[in-house]
């Protein structure tokens, strides 16, 4: 049943884009004049199947997606996504070989009351990636956001939210014990002038900071063959905020913590520079021995009035996409690289940074986007799948 999605999954995008009215042919109201003519809709089956960005990374790296769900989407006026958009659900099958939770796995999703771990729509994912013979990243498990109220407004002594924290750490890993490839188990712990968050971050307020190797040990403890990371955002490049990461790790792999992966979000605006030193930045992890990994991809941009990027905004964010998945090829152990959603109808971006959006690689009508020929591009150059016939347009 499921193999039968995945087989349907080229088909749907390219049944949407074939009837596609000419009139529709603007940014953002479905084939972008960018769309080259026969982008794989008018391949034969067996090809049009393998027109996606897995076929396109072979086994370069996985390639991976959030899978849309809780946080903002709760807020909005449609039903939770991944559970029931089914031509989005084709896509995530089809595309990505990696998934991430966006929201399910983290605390105030999997935590509504102190003695409740709902892990349904966690196991939901899991489920449907191994269905799909794509792999998992865990996110979250010590985070300053998305606490559950009774949590951050609980009256609980310091050992209890030692013991609250092991419990949680312990509880969640296990669960999907030698099923999940990676877990980002502290995630954003400097703020952006590079500190530790001593006050921001509840385990770091009622606990100090030593807390960070016990959440490592604990989850090694519950799945030795997870790979743990830190994880977080603008430290892309080489800034004080890595520079902090570099060191803090240094410090925890010298007294044995088990450390395997540094991350970085990757959430990228055009307003902004592109991070050119972001190969150097993951290199340096890379050479303590870490894996490492692109978790968050997104690249957004000002909208002009009227909601639609230009031409030259759509190329620059492709440019961006590719210089991100080209730094990912260029660092040994670099071997995962997710984009944070998929479709801006889903996307974070427009709530979180009011004005800007765009920040997906496809439209809302699934056709590409020239953000998503780059990274596929990018992906065949390095798998020698560049000039496949599937891939063709
Ligand atoms: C975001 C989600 O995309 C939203 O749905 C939610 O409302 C807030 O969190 N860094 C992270 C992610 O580590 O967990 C965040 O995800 C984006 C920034």
Same mark, same amino acid.
């Given at each position: 049943m499921r193999r039968r999605q995945i087989l349907a999954a080229g088909a749907v995008a390219t049944t949407m884009a074939a009837v596609a009215p000419a009139a529709s042919a603007a940014p953002g109201g479905g084939r972008g004049p960018t769309q080259p003519p026969g982008d794989g809709t008018t391949k034969p089956p067996g090809l049009a199947k393998?027109?996606?960005?897995?076929?396109?990374?072979?086994?370069?790296?996985?390639?991976?997606?959030?899978?849309?769900?809780?946080?903002?989407?709760?807020?909005?006026?449609?039903?939770?996504?991944?559970?029931s958009d089914e031509p989005y659900r084709e896509v995530l099958a089809a595309e990505f070989t990696s998934l991430s939770a966006e929201n399910q796995?983290?605390?105030?999703?999997?935590?509504?009351?102190?003695?409740?771990?709902?892990?349904?729509?966690?196991?939901?994912?899991?489920?449907?990636?191994?269905?799909?013979?794509?792999?998992?990243r865990g996110h979250t498990l010590m985070w300053h956001n998305q606490n559950p109220a009774w949590l951050v407004e609980g009256d609980y002594s310091p050992e209890q939210l030692r013991e609250i924290l092991k419990d949680h750490i312990t509880t969640v890993v296990s669960r999907y014990a030698g099923r999940m490839q990676q877990w980002d188990v502290v995630n954003e712990i400097f703020d952006d002038d590079a500190q530790l968050r001593l006050e921001g971050n509840i385990w770091f307020r009622e606990l100090g900071t030593e807390i960070i190797a016990d959440c490592f040990r604990w989850a090694h403890e519950?799945?030795?063959?997870?790979?743990?990371?830190?994880?977080?955002?603008?430290?892309?490049?080489?800034?004080?905020?890595?520079?902090?990461y570099y060191?803090?790790?240094?410090?925890?792999?010298?007294?044995?913590?088990?450390?395997?992966? +540094?991350?970085? @979000?990757?959430? #990228?605006?055009?307003?902004? $520079?592109?991070? /050119?030193?972001? %190969?150097?930045?993951?290199?340096?992890?890379?050479?303590?021995?870490l894996q490492t990994a692109i978790t968050e991809l997104d690249v957004r941009m000002d909208l002009p009035e009227g909601g639609e990027p230009t031409q030259a905004q759509l190329e620059q964010q492709a440019d961006y996409y590719r210089r991100v998945v080209e730094a990912a090829l260029a660092v040994d152990g670099c071997e995962s690289l997710t984009l944070w959603?998929?479709?801006?109808?889903?996307?974070?971006?427009?709530?979180?940074?009011?004005?800007?959006?765009?920040?997906?690689?496809?439209?809302?009508?699934?056709?590409?986007?020239?953000?998503? +020929?780059?990274? @596929?591009?990018? #992906?065949?150059?390095?798998? $020698?799948?560049? /000039?496949?016939? %599937?891939l063709r347009r």
């Open positions: 393998k027109d996606n960005l897995a076929f396109a990374a072979g086994s370069t790296l996985k390639i991976g997606c959030a899978v849309a769900g809780g946080g903002h989407h709760t807020d909005q006026d449609y039903p939770d996504p991944f559970t796995m983290k605390w105030d999703h999997l935590r509504p009351a102190p003695d409740v771990y709902a892990f349904e729509d966690a196991d939901a994912i899991m489920d449907f990636a191994e269905a799909n013979g794509q792999v998992v519950a799945d030795p063959e997870a790979l743990l990371f830190f994880n977080d955002y603008n430290v892309d490049g080489i800034n004080p905020k890595s520079d902090a060191t803090l790790i240094q410090d925890l792999l010298a007294d044995g913590v088990p450390i395997h992966g +540094f991350s970085t @979000q990757g959430h #990228l605006s055009i307003r902004y $520079g592109f991070p /050119g030193d972001l %190969a150097e930045n993951l290199q340096r992890f890379a050479d303590l021995g959603g998929v479709l801006d109808k889903y996307s974070w971006v427009p709530g979180t940074f009011p004005g800007e959006g765009a920040a997906t690689v496809l439209w809302d009508d699934f056709t590409r986007k020239p953000a998503y +020929f780059a990274v @596929q591009d990018a #992906l065949a150059e390095a798998s $020698g799948r560049a /000039g496949h016939p %599937a």
